[in-house]
C-alpha cells in the first residue's frame, strides 16, 4: 500500500468512541464494561448518599428542636412512638426504651445507666454503618479503576503490535486504530476512579460529622437520664 493510498484510507477510519468499543479485543471490550458499569453504580451510590445525607440532617434539626423544646420527655417518646423514623429519634427512644424497662415498684434496676449507654450505642452504631453503606465500593473504585484501565490498554496495545507484526506493516494508519483502541480503557478507568475518590472523601467527612452529631446527641441524653436516675435512687 503507497503513502496516497494510506492518506486515502486514514480519514475513513471511525474513531468514535462505539467504533472503538467494537473493534476492541474481547478482553478489552470487558475491562471496558466493567468500567462502565462501576462508574454508573458509583454515581448512583453518590447520588443516593447526598439524598440520605440531607435527610439525615433535616430530620437531626427537627428532632433537636423538639427535644430542646421543653416538651416533657415521656411526651416526646409517646408522640415518636414504637417505630422512630431518624436516626436521632431511635438513639432517643433506644434511650427511653432502656430508661422505661430499668424502672420497677421498688426503685430503678442497679445498673440501668450502662444498659441505657450501650442501648444508644448500639442504636448510633447501626445508624453509622446505614450513613457509611456504599461508601467502601467508592473507595474500591477509586483506587482499583485506573489500574483495571491500564490493564485494558497494556493488553490492548499488545493486540495491537501481534496485529502490526502480522500485517508487516508498520504506518500510523495500521497502528494508531489498536493504541486508540487501547487509551480508551485507560480513560474510563480515570473517569471512573476520579470522581468516586472525590464523592468518598466528602461523604466519608459528612458521615462523620452526622455520627458525632449523635454521638453528642446520646452525651447529652444520658446526662440527663443520669441527673434523673440519681434522683430516684
Known amino acids: 500500500m503507497d503513502t496516497t493510498t494510506l492518506a486515502t484510507a486514514a480519514p475513513e477510519i471511525d474513531f468514535s468512541l462505539l467504533a472503538l468499543f467494537l473493534r476492541a479485543s474481547l478482553t478489552v471490550k470487558i475491562v471496558m464494561v466493567m468500567l ?11 447520588i443516593q448518599k447526598f439524598i440520605v445525607f440531607r435527610a439525615a ?16 420527655l415521656d411526651e416526646l417518646y409517646e408522640k ?9 429519634e431511635k438513639i432517643f427512644a433506644a434511650g427511653m426504651t432502656e430508661w422505661r424497662r430499668s424502672h420497677r415498684q421498688d426503685g430503678v434496676i442497679a445498673g440501668a445507666q450502662a444498659r441505657i449507654d450501650r442501648s444508644m450505642d448500639v442504636a448510633i452504631a ?20 485506573p489500574f483495571v484501565g491500564l490493564f485494558g490498554t497494556v ?8 496485529e502490526i507484526a502480522i500485517s508487516q506493516n508498520t504506518s500510523l494508519a495500521v497502528v494508531a486504530p489498536g493504541i486508540a483502541e487501547a487509551l480508551v480503557a485507560t480513560a474510563l478507568g480515570l473517569l471512573a476512579a476520579i470522581p468516586a475518590v472525590i464523592f468518598y ?14 454521638d453528642a ?13 440519681d434522683a430516684a435512687a
Open 155 to 162: 493488553w490492548g496495545i499488545k493486540t495491537a503490535f501481534e
Open 80 to 88: 415518636i412512638g414504637a417505630a422512630p423514623d431518624g436516626g436521632s
Open 201 to 214: 472523601n466528602k461523604l466519608s467527612t459528612d458521615a462523620d460529622r452526622i455520627a458525632a452529631g449523635y
Open 36 to 46: 462502565l458499569v462501576a462508574s454508573v453504580w458509583s454515581w448512583a451510590i453518590i
Open 126 to 145: 447501626k445508624e453509622t454503618e446505614r450513613l457509611t453503606k456504599g461508601l467502601p465500593f467508592l473507595a474500591t473504585v477509586g483506587s482499583t479503576a
Open 57 to 72: 440532617r433535616r430530620e437531626a434539626d427537627a428532632f433537636d428542636r423538639a427535644f430542646w423544646s421543653g416538651e416533657p
Open 217 to 229: 446527641f446520646a452525651d447529652e441524653f444520658s446526662t440527663i437520664l443520669s441527673r434523673q436516675l
